[in-house]
């Protein structure tokens, strides 16, 4: 039981490149969440779905889209990456019509030159 | 609007101190839940403790307690005997209502470093 993972750890990008941040989860949770940790502002809901198939947005989901083709799995996607999103990716899962327990992911720490 | 405030940014003690994380939280709904999270230098975020808001019983676990307070909005975590692992970024977080997509709204965290 793996719970939460993500991929890749670390990259660095050049303004205007693309790349997609993957996140897999082994715990049958229903709903799964993107944040952003930048300093001094906490974590910022980026992009969320509460199920396969679905999904919304979060505060924060100017220059990102999200895909749930599976249940277990979300992706994140940078178009054309700007310096404005360096930062540190986390993904999160929790269960519905429960009490918003999320679990999360390592992190992804993305620098954008 | 859901508001979750950590006063404290940052947070120095020896080791072996008490120290106490302040959290106070904004919530319209009667229905809610407040978390803890730690997040240690390697960067992961572990979860800690959940509480709802029908109970205000402290909770204590090892050399962590948990003090919530429906009157001052207040759901304080203490550290007895502070170690040096203890050092990390602290969250407390709020999610409303039961059942369905609630939001979870975290505070910008607080950081304790134990100094040997």
């Known amino acids: 039981n793996a719970g939460v993972t993500q991929t890749p750890k670390f990259r660095v990008l050049k303004t205007g490149q693309s790349m997609t941040l993957l996140c897999a989860q082994d715990?049958?949770?229903?709903?799964m969440y993107w944040y952003r940790q930048d300093p001094g502002m906490g974590l910022r809901l980026i992009h969320y779905?509460?199920?396969?198939?679905?999904?919304a947005k979060g505060e924060v989901p100017d220059g990102y889209n999200v895909s749930r083709l599976k249940k277990q799995n979300f992706l994140l996607g940078l178009e054309s990456a700007a310096p404005s999103q360096t930062s540190v990716y986390f993904c999160?899962?929790?269960?519905?019509?429960?009490?918003?327990?999320?679990?999360f992911g390592p992190g992804t720490r993305l620098t954008v030159l | 609007a859901q508001k979750v405030t950590q006063a404290q940014t940052e947070i120095s003690v020896v080791e072996k101190e008490d120290v106490t994380l302040d959290c106070v939280y904004e919530?319209?709904?009667?229905?809610?839940?407040l978390f803890w999270y730690k997040q240690p230098p390697s960067g992961e975020l572990v979860f800690l403790i959940r509480?709802?808001?029908?109970?205000?019983q402290n909770e204590i676990s090892g050399r962590y307690s948990w003090n919530f307070q429906k009157s001052t909005s207040s759901f304080n975590f203490t550290i007895t005997a502070s170690q040096v692992v203890d050092s990390a970024v602290y969250f407390c977080?709020?999610?409303?209502?039961?059942?369905?997509?609630?939001?979870?709204?975290f505070g910008i965290g607080t950081k304790l470093q134990v100094i040997p």
């Open positions: 715990m049958n949770h229903e709903y």
């Open positions: 999160a899962s929790s269960y519905s019509r429960s009490d918003g327990t999320q679990y």
């Open positions: 919530t319209r709904d009667t229905t809610y839940y």
């Open positions: 509480r709802n808001s029908f109970d205000e």
């Open positions: 977080a709020l999610s409303e209502g039961p059942g369905g997509y609630q939001k979870v709204t």
């Open positions: 779905s509460v199920g396969e198939g679905t999904t």
